[in-house]
């Protein structure tokens, strides 16, 4: 008898050692102090923006950041989603933009830029491979290798490149559009595989929005409020069904190359959609700006531009970036949602998956049969 209790006993010491040495558990996961490197455009901007434009940025002006007293050069109204996947990583500080002077980028770093594109050279801004470099930049003086492979790279862009086509060739037909996708996404490639060969080997791909149903979108368009412009969803379509299968053919040939695909497509298309199932009064228009939709010039000491009364009811702050509401949710679904959303597996799994191990599932087509599947059974909130 007291030979079992001294087993308990010691058993018992040696979780609690556990749990203090690696205190961040979730899911009955243990979650490593790793890092957050984000990539892409006004999305995963941290401040970036401020600090190579030559004129002032609105988004460093009330009333972005309102929700957080604090406008500092995120396209929000407070926090923006890798703040809440940095947050349930464990991260206790917010990751910040990697191109302000003397911040803190011992638990990684922003590189994104407002206006980033894959193709051409964007005015103020940086190219995703741009990015890139700056990173590779930065790295010797900050980060060792086994710090970068166990760490997340998250990257959204491609955004700007469909809106900057679809303005310059209004006519462009079915061939020279999937012929411009080729190329996007053949750049993207290469830009992944330039930051894999950097050292990175677990990325989070976030697939892009329904651009035709963004604000500034239908404002342009001039869709009304129901319609969305389905020549840009068309091309974000298209982007998106190839990303899942590069990223496949990727993680056969680099070894130890890791990664998930955030539908975010879909997740903003239901939230378009269902607004009421997710508490969104207003999915169409946004909380800050002027014209039919609301959707320039917030922020701007010049334009007189309209205030939501409670952010929290819209989906989109202003005509393009989503409020720190929607932030909230995506973060949530980013970091511990199903493969109906996150797939081949979600942030938290991957972050605690072996470095340079082969993974075993692969991403897989999202079929509208599967979709209608876990709606009747979880019911669109969760998603």
Same mark, same amino acid.
């Given at each position: ?64 950041? #309102? ?121 993207? #490639? ?194």
């Amino acid at each position: 008898m007291a030979d079992h209790c001294n087993l308990v006993s010691v058993l018992g010491l040696l979780l609690v050692l556990t749990l203090f040495h690696n205190p961040i558990t979730v899911a009955g996961q243990t979650i490593p102090a790793v890092g957050l490197f984000t990539f892409g455009d006004s999305n995963f901007d941290a401040g970036n923006k401020q600090t190579l434009a030559k004129a002032f940025v609105a988004q460093g002006f009330w009333p972005y950041g #309102k929700s957080r007293d604090d406008p500092y050069g995120k396209f929000s109204d407070g926090l923006i989603a890798p703040d809440f996947v940095a947050k349930f990583m464990g991260i206790p500080i917010e990751i910040p933009a990697a191109l302000k002077p003397n911040v803190n980028v011992s638990r990684g770093a922003s590189f994104a830029v407002a206006d980033a594109t894959l193709l051409g050279a964007p005015v103020e801004s940086l190219t995703l491979i741009q990015q890139v470099k700056r990173f590779n930049q930065m790295k010797p003086a900050n980060w060792n290798d086994d710090f970068i492979k166990k760490s997340v790279f998250m990257i959204y862009i491609g955004a700007n490149d469909y809106l900057n086509f679809t303005k310059n060739n209004p006519n462009a037909d079915a061939s020279a559009q999937q012929a411009f996708v080729i190329s996007v996404t053949n750049k993207l #490639k290469n830009d992944i595989s330039l930051l894999y060969s950097s050292g990175a080997s677990k990325f989070v791909i976030q697939n892009l929005a329904p651009l035709g149903c963004l604000p500034i979108v239908r404002q342009d368009y001039n869709t009304g409020m129901d319609q969305c412009y389905e020549k840009l969803n068309d091309l974000a379509k298209q982007h998106n069904e190839k990303l899942g299968p590069m990223l496949n053919d990727m993680a056969k040939t680099a070894p130890g190359f890791q990664f998930t695909v955030f539908d975010f497509y879909n997740a903003i298309l239901r939230r378009t959609q269902r607004n009421m199932n997710f508490r969104f009064s207003i999915t169409n228009s946004s909380c800050c700006g002027v014209g039919t939709h609301n959707a320039y010039g917030c922020g701007l000491p010049n334009v007189h531009s309209k205030l939501c009364e409670f952010q929290r009811s819209y989906l989109f702050f202003d005509g393009r970036h989503n409020t720190e509401k929607a932030q909230e949710m995506f973060g949530h679904l980013l970091f511990g949602a199903d493969p109906n959303v996150i797939q081949p597996m979600n942030v938290r799994e991957l972050v605690v998956y072996p470095v340079d191990e082969p993974m075993r599932e692969s991403w897989e087509p999202t079929t509208s049969t599967t979709v209608q599947a876990s709606d009747s059974s979880r019911g669109y909130e969760f998603y």
